[in-house]
């Protein structure tokens, strides 16, 4: 296999060996050229007519290891360059399994002519694209689903927006409950909102409008529309990356509304860059979040199991879609402890050049 298709197949050329015949044909030349170097070391000592074989032996010990030596090291070349060559197929896998896993359904790997890899290639890609059809008909379900609920969601809504105008004449048993139905239908309204927006971020509904975003102005831009001070950010880089800004906004905004919910609010906001990544770490001054529950939180309605969402006001989506966002972007977040107590959530995104380029790993 010569690498890794998004999408398409790549056609091979007739003529190319089967992985067992590579293998067969280079540890018969391996062997060869080993004992030919053989061959002409023993050929080498007997040549010397002027001693006994046992002389000829004991005289030549340099040349006898160095044709051990020069056997050895023919051998190790050609076992580690038959070993690479054999080994780039299961590169190709384990590299399209990791695309797979961060989001990227649209991996296959390219079709072989080889006899020995062509049936494992067809059932990975046979299993991808069952996994990718079956993800297709959950998120469009998602979708659907939140749709459907938004029209009686507005009749729910303009009902209780009716007798809240007519607040003053109710009795104050119906006050309670008009105040208890007015808080759970603007809690289904929010929770319809991040439904819908996961499903389309899941969908992949915007993913080519990708522009430069500079990373230090969008959390200015998001600060100040939520009515936060810009005291708490400080920008240690100016750094840009390749994404969407108002899914980027509304991802940001939901670590801060969770801060704000669970932290006691943001106490610090920080943009640097990390090698070739834009790092933003937003730290709370809350109680912290156990080790054991810092990949849980970005569940699906992980606030809801925990038996917090009736205390805290959340839906239990709001990072659940900032992790979507995230990977869609390429990116990642977690959940660490704060120096000195307290969340602090770090996302890492690919930072991009002027050019619009990703920046290069380097190697230290």
């Known amino acids: 296999m010569v690498g890794i298709t998004n999408a398409a197949r790549v056609e091979r050329g007739p003529g190319r060996w089967s992985l067992r015949s590579r293998v067969t044909t280079a540890f018969a030349a391996s062997s060869g050229l080993m004992a030919l170097v053989l061959v002409l070391a023993v050929f080498a000592v007997i ?157 992949g509904m915007h993913h080519g409008d ?32 390749l994404g969407r800004k108002l899914e980027l906004e509304r991802a940001l905004l939901n670590v801060l509304k969770n801060a704000d919910r669970h932290g006691g609010g943001a106490v610090a906001v920080t943009v640097r860059r990390d090698g070739p990544e834009a790092v933003i770490e937003i730290d709370d001054a809350g109680p912290g979040v156990a080790r054991a529950d810092r990949d849980r939180i970005f569940e699906r309605f992980a606030t809801s199991r925990n038996s917090r969402r009736s205390t805290t006001g959340g839906t239990g989506i709001g990072l659940a879609l900032v992790a979507e966002t995230v990977s869609t972007h390429r990116g990642r977040v977690e959940c660490t402890e704060r120096p000195g107590g307290g969340a602090r959530f770090v996302i890492r995104l690919p930072a991009i050049d002027r050019e619009g380029r990703h920046q290069p790993v380097t190697q230290s």
């Open 47 to 203: 040549s010397d007519e002027s001693r006994t074989f046992s002389e000829r032996l004991h005289h030549r010990p340099a040349l006898l290891v160095g044709c051990a030596v020069a056997a050895a090291l023919v051998g190790a070349a050609v076992g580690v360059g038959v070993s690479r060559r054999m080994l780039k197929p299961l590169r190709d896998v384990a590299e399209a399994a990791a695309l797979i896993a961060s989001g990227e359904l649209g991996t296959r790997l390219p079709d072989s002519n080889d006899q020995d890899l062509a049936s494992t290639v067809a059932s990975f890609n046979r299993m991808v694209d069952s996994l990718q059809r079956r993800i297709d008909r959950e998120h469009r379900l998602f979708g659907d689903v939140s749709h459907e609920l938004r029209t009686p969601m507005t009749t729910l809504t303009t009902a209780v927006g009716v007798l809240e105008r007519s607040r003053a004449e109710l009795p104050p048993r119906s006050r309670q409950a008009l105040d208890l139905v007015s808080a759970e239908v603007e809690h289904l309204r929010r929770l319809l909102d991040d439904l819908l927006a996961l499903a389309r971020v899941e969908a």
């Open 210 to 241: 990708a522009d430069p975003v500079s990373v230090g102005d969008l959390l200015v831009h998001t600060l100040r529309d939520s009515h936060r001070p810009a005291e708490l950010l400080t920008v240690a880089d100016r750094v840009t990356v």
